[in-house]
């Protein structure tokens, strides 16, 4: 090899490096400009538009008020710990209603109140629908405990969370 075939080849080289580190940074653009608007929708009040935090968001009545919700223009927020519900309920929700703004779901325990703040200091929520529950009655007799937990505890952490933030609307629903 000569030694313009080997300035050539060093050439080359740099050329693909500088495009290969220009296509990274312009993903890596893209993608942080797509998560903050999408994000800031859901952290800002918009006139007009009302935003729900739904617990229990994936498990049967809380998926059907889910998309009641979007029909009727809400901005949603699911939370869940997917302990009983169903993840398939959620996607076929956001397949309905991609657009930003409309639908997220967060994975999460109520029974875990520093996750339960930190979800309502990056949002901006206006109204809470709350389902998230364990609702069979031999279990409950079986591990009242864990009943108690779930449905008397976190239910207070999760309204404690709303006073500190300032959400007055709360709908629960209970057995
Ligand atoms: N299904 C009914 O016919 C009916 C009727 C009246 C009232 N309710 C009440 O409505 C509520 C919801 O009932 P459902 O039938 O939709 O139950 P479900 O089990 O289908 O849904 C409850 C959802 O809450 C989630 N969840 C449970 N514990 C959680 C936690 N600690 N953190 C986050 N997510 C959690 C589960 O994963 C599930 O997705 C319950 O309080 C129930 O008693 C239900």
Do not use: C, W
């Not at 498990?59 to 699911?78: P, Q």
């Not at 709350?130 to 609702?135: I, L, P, Q």
Request: no cysteine.
């Amino acid at each position: 090899m000569d030694f313009v075939d080997m300035k050539r080849r060093s050439n080359l080289t740099r050329k693909i490096l500088v495009a290969a580190a220009l296509t990274a940074l312009l993903v890596f653009m893209l993608k942080s400009s797509t998560t903050t608007s999408i994000s800031t929708k859901f952290a800002q009040h918009e006139p007009g538009v009302t935003h729900v935090l739904v617990t229990g968001g994936a498990g049967y009545i809380g998926s059907h008020a889910v998309l009641r919700l979007l029909k009727d223009s809400y901005r949603v927020t699911i939370v869940d710990n997917l302990s009983r519900g169903n993840m398939g309920a959620v996607k076929v929700l956001q397949e309905l209603y991609p657009e930003p703004g409309r639908l997220q779901f967060i994975y999460a325990d109520l029974g875990d109140a520093a996750a339960v703040n930190k979800i309502f200091s990056e949002n901006a929520f206006d109204a809470v629908m709350h389902f998230a529950a364990v609702a069979y009655v031999g279990e409950s007799t079986a591990e009242p405990l864990r009943y108690y937990h779930n449905i008397t505890s976190n239910t207070l952490l999760l309204v404690k969370a709303m006073a500190a933030h300032g959400v007055k609307t709360l709908i629960y629903s209970s057995t």
